[in-house]
């Protein structure tokens, strides 16, 4: 559950009714220090979309046939600057291309939690990672 903004409410609510979630927070620290030893990430939302670029590249993953999924995937930017690996604001994102990439935020989200976290199941994940897949370059 992205815990920013309204997912907060959400992920104190399903901790009370003790149902099992991750909370993700895309402005965190990132816990990793980046893609190579001379970069770092700027926070966790880079880090997350660094690490399902490369889940796909090296096909841990396959990717749904969705077209909305490949139209966000495929234009989202990313720079390095002060060798800081930063992905485009979502805002700036929405703003040039007229749309937000939820369907990308989602698909990031679900593989941060898969692979940081304990649990051996995800509701959706297969529906959203995997069933009519195809590999996309990003």
């Not at 090296?58 to 990717?63: G, H, R």
């Not at 989202?76 to 485009?88: G, M, R, S």
Request: charged share 30%; net charge negative; glycine share 6%.
């Amino acid at each position: 559950v992205d815990v920013v903004g309204l997912g907060a409410g959400t992920i104190d609510t399903l901790q009370d009714m003790k149902i099992s979630a991750i909370a993700y927070n895309s402005g965190a620290a990132p816990s990793e220090i980046g893609p190579n030893p001379y970069s770092k990430y700027k926070n966790r939302r880079a880090e997350a979309h660094w690490q399902l670029r490369e889940d796909i590249l090296d096909q841990e993953l396959m990717v749904i046939d969705d077209p909305d999924f490949v139209k966000e995937a495929t234009n989202i930017n990313y720079k390095i600057d002060e060798k800081v690996l930063q992905i485009e604001a979502k805002d700036s994102f929405k703003k040039r291309m007229g749309f937000s990439p939820d369907v990308l935020d989602a698909a990031v989200m679900v593989n941060y939690a898969r692979r940081n976290s304990s649990a051996t199941s995800f509701a959706g994940y297969s529906e959203l990672m995997g069933k009519k897949s195809r590999r996309v370059e990003f």
